[in-house]
């Protein structure tokens, strides 16, 4: 393949493979999360946290070494670049993260998503730079180039916006609480008195775990959005809401889901 070519790609590859390997790290947090606890209530600081020292790695350590090392020599070979991009992540992380914060528990809380990163990163970057197709794409063609640079916004783009749209009742249990909060306020509205409540439990899994044997009661507060929901003989038979809570009669009349079913 061109070196030349190879050359002026290698830092637009390298940044996007950092990318990749952030959007997957905090993809598979948020679900191994879900899986423990029911819902990725920390999502949003994750992703924050981790764009922040990703982005320092970038800039203290990968910036240089890509722009210097030979890229057809033998660490660029797969079994080779690999198991060092591991290692070399395990190093930055554990320098970073212990010259700030100066805990040694804080950086073995956290190691293995480092080590997830670096594997992540050298698989991303090895294929990609070897890809004839890619390197073609990007030499000389900085609009293309701006996209990869790019490319963290897309991924908050699709996992923080288009995911949600697109399929909110599955967004709901791995998104931040933020999120989570609209998706409620979107979804409540759809339901009114007399629908079956099991369907709006679908839609906001866990959120209304408490509603058991269809009976039970809700009230809750955001920042935009505020409702009480009733329900009995798993039908709701009280539903209040609006943009606070001085819009409707938030009390919670308990009579209401203690009389008998038909």
């Known amino acids: 393949m061109n070196i030349s070519k190879i050359n002026d790609t290698k830092q637009t590859i390298g940044f996007f493979a950092t990318t990749i390997a952030w959007a997957f790290m905090n993809i598979a947090n948020a679900i191994y999360i879900v899986i423990e606890d029911g819902k990725a209530t920390d999502s949003g600081v994750i992703i924050f946290w981790s764009g922040l020292f990703i982005f320092l790695t ?17 660490i660029f070979k797969t079994i080779i670049f690999i198991p060092l991009s591991i290692l070399y992540a395990g190093i930055a992380y554990a320098i970073i993260v212990g010259s700030l914060f100066q805990s040694f528990e804080l950086v073995l809380m956290f190691f293995p998503q480092a080590l997830l990163v670096g594997f992540i990163f050298g698989l991303a970057y090895i294929n990609l730079i070897k890809s004839k197709k890619v390197v073609d794409l990007l030499f000389g063609k900085p609009i293309i180039k701006m996209g990869f640079f790019l490319s963290p916004l897309l991924f908050l783009g699709l996992f923080l916006y288009l995911f949600p749209l697109v399929a909110p009742n599955i967004a709901y249990r791995f998104v931040p609480d933020a999120i989570r909060d609209n998706i409620v306020a979107k979804t409540i509205p759809k339901y009114s008195v007399g629908d079956e409540i099991e369907p709006l439990k679908k839609d906001l899994p866990g959120y209304l775990a408490h509603i058991k044997n269809g009976k039970g009661n809700m009230f809750a507060t955001m920042e935009d959005f505020a409702f009480v929901l009733q329900v009995n003989c798993g039908k709701i038979i009280r539903l209040e809401y609006g943009k606070n809570q001085s819009e409707f009669d938030g009390t919670v009349y308990g009579k209401m889901t203690e009389k008998p079913c038909p």
């Open 58 to 74: 970038w800039v203290l350590f990968l910036i240089w070494p890509i722009e210097k090392l030979n890229h057809s020599g033998r």
